[in-house]
């Protein structure tokens, strides 16, 4: 008989070949009751990524690499909606990026355990520790909202504070044509993924995030990271359908992350003025365009702020009217029976 793949171990890599034999290894490491799959996408590296995925595939078929001939990053399609998350047969999916680790061997049957027993849950996290190469030092990053004991939706939508080399998800949500106009995949999916449920992050480090010039997320600048998590808000309060509580709160952090953009941006001009006397048209037309980012996304914040106060409004003049009184005296009168 054959035995169900309970986890899809998902791992994204582009010339990882510095680091992912370590990851692979704290893969295949894992200490399971259950079987899991392990798929590789490898977005056409140019160092010997392929070679170093193809030698462990031999030797471990568990292992399920997906080969691209052209890198799909620098198209701006999303890797993981678009070639792995399809391709996950398991009922949980976890996630580690090639240039990430785990150190624990029974992380994965600890979030499957916790789960398997909290159905309410829909999304496990742990603490890892941060390396930074430039450094070469470990750092215990404990975010505030980890010490809380139950996390859910809203406190997702006021920020992340997830890594996502540490979750476990529930292999339940059905990726949307429109998921691809989002500028990465973690923090949006968690939001559309956990819906009513609650958010776990264990107390205990599971493994390591790298921070490096070469990460995909950790080695752009804060403006361009800003910028990304702009873009992300805006999709989602014209896209998805969120309940308007949730949305209320994103067009809060949309309008945080813009004033926090805008201060970078004063300091980008000022350290400039310093450093050269007056701006060069390159700068000018930088600041330029993040200035645009920061208008068009108080449009966007204005705009669905309008929407829900309609809809706010809407509300309100149908519990006025006698159709819904009348309702609601039934439904009472129904209840004491």
């Known amino acids: ?94 996630v580690c990026d090639g240039d990430d680790y785990w150190t624990d061997p029974l992380k994965l049957q600890k979030q499957v355990d916790f789960l398997e027993n909290n159905v309410d849950y829909g999304i496990v996290g742990t603490r890892l520790l941060c390396y930074y190469n430039y450094d070469d030092k470990f750092v215990d990053w404990i975010h505030p909202k980890n010490k809380k004991e139950i996390l859910n939706i809203a406190d997702l939508a006021d920020g992340n504070f997830i890594f996502s080399s540490s979750v476990l998800v529930r292999n339940d949500f059905k990726i949307q044509e429109w998921w691809g106009k989002l500028p990465f995949c973690d923090w949006p999916m968690y939001l559309l993924q956990v819906r009513d449920r609650k958010v776990k992050i264990l107390d205990k480090n599971t493994g390591v995030y790298r921070v490096h010039s070469n990460g995909i997320y950790s080695g752009v600048s804060l403006q361009k990271q800003l910028i990304k998590e702009i873009d992300c808000i805006r999709v989602l309060l014209a896209h998805s359908e969120l309940a308007t509580s949730v949305k209320s709160i994103l067009g809060n952090t949309l309008f945080a ?24 048209i390159k ?13 068009q996304s108080e449009i966007a914040f204005e705009k669905s702020n ?4 309609y809809y706010f409004k809407k509300l309100k003049r149908i519990k006025k009217t006698i159709m819904y009184k009348t309702f609601v005296k039934i439904e009472l009168f129904l209840r004491r029976l």
């Open 306 to 309: 309008i929407e829900m106060n």
């Open 283 to 295: 700068y000018k037309n930088e600041v330029e365009r993040l200035n645009m980012m920061i208008s």
């Open 1 to 94: 008989m054959k035995i169900k793949t309970l986890v899809s171990i998902c791992c994204q890599v582009y010339n990882h070949e510095k680091f992912l034999d370590q990851a692979i290894k704290g893969f295949l490491s894992q200490q399971t009751n259950f079987e899991f799959e392990i798929i590789i996408h490898d977005d056409a590296s140019t160092d010997a990524s392929r070679q170093i995925i193809e030698n462990y595939a031999k030797l471990d078929n568990r292992i399920k690499p997906i080969f691209q001939k052209e890198n799909k990053f620098s198209k701006n399609e999303r890797i993981l909606f678009k070639y792995i998350y399809p391709k996950c047969i398991g009922e949980y999916i976890a």
């Open 257 to 280: 992350k813009t004033n926090q953009l805008d201060k970078e941006n004063n300091k980008l001009i000022v350290r400039l003025e310093n450093e050269n006397g007056d701006l060069s």
